[in-house]
């Protein structure tokens, strides 16, 4: 009987560990075709961040509102201790690394050079978070910003007494009052868009992108938003003390910036309208180079508007204090490159004149055998960051790609540049992929951050823009997108961001952008560190969000795991409060969401407070 026992306990044990190594092999064959799927890739880092719990979840306790001066809940960082920044000195309230006031002036004054960007050495660099004002509030919600700024936030009153007469600015209490006028439209940007819009289409969508060249403190374009048009304004650091500063709190999209001896930092065909309203800019000089520069970026068929000296100089010339003859040169010489452009004339009335520029180079054929017709050899007219201007006419493209839908139609339409191939390695079925894979991040980001489409953010920007999906996505009349297409970038599609009716800017982000501190509500950068990845050092780049990040505003993160960890330990050193978040699609995919919100505090002396 004890035999036979044994024997039967042999053939149990047999039949098990047969049993657990036929359950192994299934078991590594699965995980194998698991493997090769593509999901391997930090797949350890990202279940390990799962199981951590609560640091993954979907923020219930990051605070997205705005406090003014409200306490902040410290960071909570079980890890290593991060380093610390400290807050720059006081003084560096309205720093601005690229445009800086001392270092300009070191540079030649000849053609603007000295107000061009001129960005520090590595050992000039900041390495602190620049200070808000003492009294700092969170801008007004629009449009009620359009109209009033608080002092505390750019406590500057030159402007009210310079501009005093032309109705750009008012002093009243504790805020600015911008009643809409300008030098050229003192009884308001209102009625001046009026005389414009009965010469252009600005009513039915044919023009939605304009770009405005010396732009003071941006009426043009905040007057111009309620009619569906949205303005790339410009204006040097300082000609006017803030005048770019004032245009950002007031909601308006502005950046600091001259014509002057390198390209605009926009690409070819991207605007369908160009404005000077007495922008100051000698259009006629340098051959026209400035007039070749807006024409470059001028779509076939926009408009370009120039109202104020010289037009109309015959009725004008006493008043504006300048002999008639040059004036009368200046506007022949305007004249004469607007007809070597291939620009007709639509009207002249008053102090304003507009031009159109030709649909196609059909419409040219004059120009082809004037000797003065110098067009660039190139074949990339897009190739523009710190590229000098070189006289040369841009041509028309060979292969057009369609006409452009009228906005908001565009904003999900396939671009002409998608639809002509001009964009290697990419086609209208990847586009569109595309614009559906950023309407589902959106929804998510909604999720996150409730408030994200209730007109508490205004002034967003996205880093790294690609072809503009995360912008068209969240596209609504309470807010607007910088869409920033990085120099390193693989594929060049800013000319696909303005195809959409959106804008956008080129920049490398190993610099500082072209803006003063705190002008953005929310910044989202998807992909930006694993591209700079080894090209720059990554805690310049979020000093630099920091430096224009307002107080208590917003950032969402998305990128790799391991860039999302290291970014992560950098801003625990920051006054940020930060939550990381799975991918919608869930915890085994290796790209996370960093989101985070920066504590308020304001220099004090030569301290600061929270």
Wanted: proline share 6%.
């Amino acid at each position: 009987m004890a035999l036979k026992s044994n024997s039967s306990d042999g053939r149990t044990r047999s039949s098990i560990q047969i049993f657990i190594v036929v359950g192994l092999c299934c078991f590594f064959y699965i995980l194998g075709a698991w493997q090769r799927s593509g999901f391997g890739k930090g797949d350890s880092i990202a279940l390990e961040i799962s199981k951590s719990g609560a640091d993954c979840n979907i923020v219930p306790s990051l605070n997205f509102e705005t406090h003014h001066g409200g306490e902040v809940e410290s960071i909570n960082e079980s890890e290593s201790k991060p380093k610390v920044f400290e807050p720059c000195h006081p003084r560096y309230t309205d720093y601005t690394p690229c445009q800086d006031q001392r270092r300009a002036m070191t540079f030649p004054r000849e053609s603007m050079n000295y107000r061009e960007r001129h960005c520090p050495p590595e050992e000039e660099k900041l390495h602190c978070l620049i200070p808000a004002p003492k009294g700092y509030v969170t801008p007004f919600p629009w449009p009620k910003s359009r109209d009033y700024v608080p002092y505390a936030n750019a406590p500057y009153k030159s402007l009210t007494v310079e501009k005093a007469i032309q109705n750009w600015i008012q002093y009243e209490g504790n805020v600015f009052r911008f009643p809409g006028g300008g030098t050229q439209f003192p009884q308001g940007a209102d009625k001046y868009i009026d005389q414009l819009a009965s010469v252009i289409p600005i009513k039915n969508g044919t023009v939605r992108t304009a770009l405005d060249t010396g732009c003071g403190v941006a009426s043009w374009g905040a007057y111009l938003w309620s009619r569906n048009v949205i303005a790339m304004s410009f204006a040097p650091r300082d000609s006017h003390e803030a005048q770019v500063q004032f245009a950002l709190e007031r909601g308006v999209p502005a950046v600091i910036g001259v014509l002057g001896t390198i390209k605009m930092p926009y690409p070819s065909r991207a605007f369908d309208m160009a404005h000077c309203s007495r922008c100051l800019i000698p259009w006629g000089a340098n051959d026209g180079r400035y007039m070749i520069e807006v024409d470059r970026v001028l779509r076939p068929g926009g408009y370009w508007v120039l109202s104020g000296p010289p037009i109309n100089w015959k009725t004008n010339y006493k008043a504006w204090q300048r002999p008639k003859e040059e004036l009368q040169e200046e506007q022949r010489k305007i004249e004469e490159i607007a007809n070597l452009l291939c620009w007709e004339k639509k009207s002249e009335k008053g102090e304003i004149a507009v031009w159109q520029k030709k649909v196609n180079d059909e419409s040219c054929r004059a120009r082809r055998d004037d000797s003065r017709a110098n067009f660039c050899k190139s074949s990339d007219a897009d190739d523009v960051w710190y590229k000098k201007m070189d006289g040369c006419i841009t041509p028309y493209p060979e292969v057009a790609g369609g006409e452009l839908k009228a906005f908001p139609e565009r904003l999900y339409a396939v671009p002409p540049r998608i639809s002509s191939g001009s964009i290697p390695g990419v086609s209208a079925e990847s586009y569109q992929e595309d614009s559906n894979k950023w309407k589902k991040h959106v929804n998510a980001y909604k999720k996150i951050n409730r408030l994200l489409d209730s007109g508490r953010y205004r002034n967003i920007m996205d880093m790294n823009a690609g072809f503009g999906g995360f912008a068209a996505a969240i596209q609504s009349p309470k807010l607007w997108v910088m869409n920033i297409v990085p120099t390193i970038a693989d594929k060049n599609t800013l000319g696909v961001i303005y195809e959409r009716g959106l804008i956008g800017i080129y920049h490398d982000w190993c610099e500082a952008f072209s803006t003063y501190p705190r002008t953005y509500d929310l910044i989202h950068a998807h992909g930006l560190f694993s591209l700079y990845k080894d090209k720059c050092n990554i805690e310049d780049i979020l000093l630099e969000m920091d430096r224009i990040l307002r107080p208590e505003g917003a950032i969402i993160i998305r990128d790799e795991v391991d860039e999302i960890i290291k970014v992560k330990k950098i801003v625990g050193g920051m006054r940020w409060d930060t939550k990381m978040v799975d991918h919608e699609d869930g915890p085994l995919v290796p790209e996370k969401i960093l989101v985070a919100v920066k504590q308020y505090w304001v220099a004090s002396g030569n301290s600061t407070s929270s």
